[in-house]
């Protein structure tokens, strides 16, 4: 039953706001009922407008590694803001972020901010194209890169939810500029490259896929897709939007020991705040204006306030043991979850990278798209509801990701999976 408040909240919201929502997978289609609406966050922590309080593992959909107003985020934001919120002229800060990137990511050399990944990866597209002066790209079936015309061609994520594959108004011409290879099957890439010769500027990918739930690369599938590219003449994009500072201090690209061309990166890199960025190879970027032909411009890109908060995050996470804790939560938190499935009786597999997990039920294993879409959608509805009630925050869809922060403990972890063999118990006995 949905709180009073959230259920009037939502009503309101739905008179002025297409859906009641300003993200399609907020709007909880994917597994029914109303969804809850937020008041604030502490720790690993949310609670919602009714005063309840939930464990948290959606994290805004990821940026919130650190968990939710951390002081010393909170501190760079203030004593930022109290210098004023933007200027739209440069800033010191944002020569300190983006030194921080170019210094710990070896495949970025120049680095442009923008305020979301839509706009990163949307830009990424264009020095691609500009500098192979070649029209078509390769992306994955299940993977998302932002509501960019070109690449909302089998889309993952909310796309996916919805089961809306493509996005009415985006032109058949730019549709059919874009192919769609399956993810882990470099033989379905080379089939593209086969069909047309000399005409595939990028290749672009989330090295770990995160939109159509977690999934994992198989050993040796990006560095194939990197000779691939490397043969044809053709540039490798890695979007780490998600992954990016997320999986290891870098990115994936850092965790797989590879170097893609160009790359974006977000909502980590902003530490809860808008924030993304594009960079790749020299030669590559010096196309973006003013140096050169390619144009992008952005009223908002490294505002001070979202520099600060992201270069306060990167350098807490620079610490020490960070990314191994949260490997060792998140195999503590897998292992329970397997044991839950086991003692249900159940079929289901657990996908995990890092911090990012996804349980799939109604099937074994999950290596692309298609393995997703055969998930048992119910199920992980039922699921969903008895962690809420349980006490317990999830993404409210089969197809997102879900992700631990530095500020869940063994105590977040046992519990949960206490409160996941209750309700997969409940819910395999009928």
């Not at 590879?258 to 594009?278: E, H, N, Q, R, W």
Request: some cysteine; overall charge negative; hydrophobic content about 45%.
């Amino acid at each position: 039953m949905n709180p009073s408040l959230s259920s009037a909240l939502f009503a309101r919201a739905q008179r002025c706001i297409p859906g009641g929502v300003n993200s399609p997978v907020r709007a909880w289609r994917a597994v029914g009922g109303e969804p809850l609406f937020l008041s604030r966050g502490k720790g690993c922590v949310v609670w919602d407008v009714d005063g309840r309080s939930y464990v948290d593992y959606v994290g805004s959909w990821g940026p919130l590694i650190l968990g939710h107003a951390h002081p010393e985020v909170l501190r760079a934001i203030h004593d930022a803001m109290r210098d004023g919120t933007t200027f739209g002229a440069p800033t010191a800060a944002e020569v300190a972020f983006a030194e921080k990137v170019c210094g710990v990511v070896p495949s970025v050399e120049l680095l442009r901010l923008t305020s979301s990944g839509t706009e990163a990866t949307m830009a990424l597209l264009r020095v691609a194209r500009a500098y192979t002066r070649r029209s078509r790209v390769i992306k994955f079936d299940g993977c998302y890169h932002g509501h960019v015309d070109a690449l909302l061609v089998q889309a993952g994520s909310g796309a996916a939810t919805l089961s809306i594959p493509d996005s009415a108004g985006v032109p058949d011409a730019v549709a059919q500029a874009t192919l769609v290879a399956r993810f882990n099957d470099l033989a379905s890439v080379e089939q593209c490259f086969q069909r047309f010769p000399g005409e595939i500027a990028a290749v672009i990918v989330e090295p770990i896929v995160g939109n159509m739930g977690v999934i994992p690369p198989k050993p040796g599938f990006l560095e194939g897709l990197a000779e691939v590219c490397r043969r044809e003449g053709a540039l490798l994009i890695f979007d780490e939007v998600m992954t990016g500072f997320r999986v290891a201090w870098g990115g994936a690209q850092v965790r797989y020991s590879l170097t893609p061309d160009l790359s974006s990166f977000g909502k980590v890199i902003g530490g809860g705040m808008p924030l993304a960025a594009f960079g790749g190879r020299r030669e590559i970027m010096e196309l973006v204006a003013p140096l050169g032909p390619v144009y992008h411009a952005g009223t908002l890109s490294g505002n001070p306030l979202a520099v600060a908060a992201g270069l306060r995050t990167l350098e807490l996470l620079e610490n020490a043991g960070t990314y191994e804790r949260l490997e060792e939560l998140g195999q503590r938190l897998e292992e329970g979850l397997e044991e839950a499935i086991a003692e249900a009786k159940l079929t289901a597999c657990v996908n995990r990278v890092g911090s990012m997990w996804t349980v799939f039920f109604g099937v074994a294993q999950v290596a692309n798209a298609d393995d997703a879409r055969q998930c048992d959608r119910d199920f992980f509805r039922r699921w969903f509801h008895g962690m809420l009630e349980e006490g317990f925050y999830l993404p409210p869809s089969p197809f997102e990701a879900a992700f631990l922060s530095l500020a869940h403990t063994e105590a977040e972890i046992d519990a949960t999976v206490a409160a996941a063999k209750r309700v997969l118990r409940r819910l395999s006995s009928g």
